[in-house]
Structures are given as structure tokens and as C-alpha cells.
């Protein structure tokens, strides 16, 4: 028993060691950054968080070019491992950190999870009306992909990365570009279920230590 009981302290051990080494590269008003955050909340994980301030440039410093060429954030940097896209960063947090699983078990509901994105392609040189217009585009087809599964939360009663991508998403849509939601009564529903969650309140770009208020 004593030999199990220090196996299992080294393992707890290893995996708070592991858990602490974990930064992540985010501005706080990016909705790719904000759906980490959610995610790193939910499964519980520490991480010291790095501010790249997209309106002055930062993405381009030659630091920041070494950790991503590309240069977009989020960037999620686990010892040596370094791994960019928001998408890659859920799938690799979810296969390294399977506490919390973000995918349910259901072959289904599973491909119905990673569905549910809509790229960050509108950047602050387009119009507000076009902005509008290609949100509006995703919002409906979500809108229509969820209308027979919703249930509390986008694929039943637990939040999974289809709710990790949808709220951010529907925050931003609401608060930065001004999206009528009553056109969308589903995610609309949605939305409010994911209003009282702690993790996403956490997650919040307000709350993050380079908000600009």
C-alpha cells in the first residue's frame, strides 16, 4: 500500500509539474485566445499567461516570430512543446490532458463537436455592415446544425468544444459587432446557459491582466 501510495504522489507530482509549465500566448480581446482559456479552465489547468498586444504589433517581434512564424495567437507552449491555432491547441490539450474530456464518448456527438467553429476572419479593416454580414452566415448555419441536438449545452448536458468555440463566438458577436441574436433562438439559448458559467467568466477578455478598460 505504502509502495502504491508513493507511486501515486510521484505521478501527482509529475503532472502539477507538467500542468505548471504551461504559457499561453493571448490577447485579450482575440476570441481564438478567449476559447483556450475557456478550455484551460475547465480541465482545471494552471497556465502563466503572456500578452501579445495585437494593435501595436507584437505578433511580429522576432520573439514572437520564433514561436510562430504565422504570427497569430493563441500560441500554448507546454515545456518544449510549442503549439499555435486554436483548434490544434484544444486537441492537443485535450489528448495530453484528458481530465475533464472537451469530446464526449459518442462517435455522433463527437463529429457534431468538431464542427462547431467559425474561423476568425474578420479583421478591424472591414466594414462593421460587412463583419456583420459574414457573421451573421456562421451564426446561421450553427444555428441550423444545432437546432435537433441542443440540449442544456450545444451536444447535451455537459459543456464539450462545441461550447468552448460557441461562446466566445456568440459573445463577441453580441458585444463587439452588434449581432441581433433573436434571429438565432438556439444558440440564443445557449448562450444564457453559459452566461453562469464560472470558467467562461474567468476566461472573459475583461478579465485578463492586459485588458484595456
Known amino acids: 500500500m505504502e509502495a502504491s ?3 501515486q504522489k510521484k505521478s501527482e507530482n509529475s503532472s502539477s509539474s507538467s500542468s505548471s509549465k504551461l504559457l499561453l500566448y493571448s490577447y485579450w480581446q482575440s476570441s481564438c485566445s478567449w476559447r483556450v482559456r475557456f478550455a484551460l479552465s475547465l480541465k482545471g489547468l494552471p497556465y502563466e499567461y ?6 501595436k504589433g ?13 504570427h497569430f495567437v493563441p500560441v500554448l507552449v507546454d515545456g518544449g512543446i510549442v503549439v499555435s491555432d486554436s483548434y490544434a491547441i484544444l486537441q492537443y490539450l ?14 455522433r456527438l463527437k ?12 479583421g478591424p479593416e472591414e466594414s462593421l455592415s460587412f463583419a456583420q454580414s459574414n457573421i451573421e452566415k456562421g451564426l446561421l448555419a450553427l444555428e441550423m446544425l444545432l437546432k435537433d441536438f441542443a440540449s442544456r449545452y450545444a451536444t447535451g448536458d455537459e459543456v464539450y468544444m462545441a461550447d468552448v468555440f460557441l461562446a466566445p463566438q456568440i459573445a463577441v458577436s453580441t458585444t463587439r459587432f452588434n449581432i441581433n441574436m433573436s434571429k438565432f433562438p438556439t444558440l440564443s439559448r445557449l448562450y444564457e446557459s453559459y452566461k453562469i458559467l464560472p470558467e467562461l467568466e474567468a476566461s472573459s ?4 491582466p492586459d485588458a484595456v478598460r
Not at 503572456?50 to 494593435?55: D, E, F, S, T
Not at 484528458?98 to 462517435?107: E, F, G, Y
Open 111 to 122: 463529429a457534431l463537436n468538431l464542427q462547431k467553429h467559425l474561423e476568425e476572419k474578420v
Open 94 to 107: 485535450e489528448d495530453k490532458y484528458p481530465q475533464r474530456p472537451l469530446l464526449p464518448a459518442d462517435p
Open 205 to 208: 477578455p475583461e478579465r485578463q
Open 50 to 55: 503572456k500578452p501579445v498586444n495585437i494593435r
Open 58 to 70: 507584437e505578433q511580429f517581434s522576432p520573439d514572437f516570430k520564433r514561436l510562430n512564424p504565422l
Open 5 to 7: 501510495s508513493e507511486q
